[in-house]
């Protein structure tokens, strides 16, 4: 499986738009990005995934880059909610549910 | 409101006795779920594959017998920790897909083994 590189944590105030950055470089073609966040003491919850364009959802975005070698999560304004840790998974199109989690970033979100 | 269900949400017990942990489908089949652990701090290791009449298929040094998983419905897979030590106190979390493709996770069962 590919490997994703992410920041072990990073700090937002209230309010702010957050950009949670993701480094897939030996992503392949049929790769997707999906970005999952887990707050504490829950399970994950989806946030939102994409191959090669932009995305947009009622949660976040998700920017790809030309290559598709990184990308990046944006939060429009962080809430207190958000805090959490956010995973960024390569999964294979046909992969069928089975998530190989890294390290993800853990979010902290000051008043 | 929950799509997979776990429970317990969290559990205490003796050293050396066994754990049972469910995680149901709410409104859809799922012929494949799949069980993870999470020590604190740490991120998900996936443990194993569930699979709906058939023997669970389990990841590289997860001993099976140890981490007996059975998935006798389309929406029922249960995982039970046998003879229960304090290092198997961990965060237990299930996820199950839909056709769709959507992947849904439980609530997660915190076990502590005393």
């Known amino acids: 499986d590919a490997k994703t590189t992410q920041p072990n944590s990073m700090e937002s105030n209230e309010e702010e738009p957050v950009h949670l950055p993701c480094n897939h470089s030996t992503i392949s073609g049929t790769d997707y990005i999906h970005w999952y966040r887990q707050l504490p003491s829950q399970g994950p919850e989806y946030v939102i995934h994409?191959?090669?364009s932009n995305v947009n959802n009622r949660m976040a975005s998700l920017a790809i880059a030309e290559d598709r070698k990184s990308s990046t999560l944006i939060l429009h304004r962080a809430t207190l909610r958000d805090a959490a840790v956010y995973y960024c998974?390569?999964?294979?199109?046909?992969?069928?549910?089975?998530?190989?989690f890294g390290q993800g970033t853990e979010l902290s979100v000051k008043p | 409101g929950a799509v997979v269900s776990q429970h317990p949400s969290w559990v205490i017990c003796k050293s050396g006795t066994s754990v049972k942990i469910e995680c149901r489908s709410l409104?859809?089949?799922?012929?494949?779920m799949f069980w993870y652990r999470q020590f604190p701090k740490q991120s998900l290791m996936l443990m194993a594959t569930s699979n709906e009449g058939s023997k669970a298929t389990y990841e590289q040094g997860v001993e099976k017998d140890k981490f007996l998983i059975n998935h006798a419905s389309l929406t029922l897979s249960t995982l039970t920790v046998t003879s229960a030590h304090p290092e198997d106190s961990s965060f237990y979390i299930c996820s199950a897909p839909r056709d769709s493709g959507e992947l849904f996770f439980g609530e997660g069962s915190r076990l502590t083994v005393l």
């Open positions: 998974i390569l999964i294979p199109y046909n992969q069928g549910g089975k998530l190989i």
């Open positions: 994409g191959l090669t």
């Open positions: 409104d859809f089949q799922a012929t494949t």
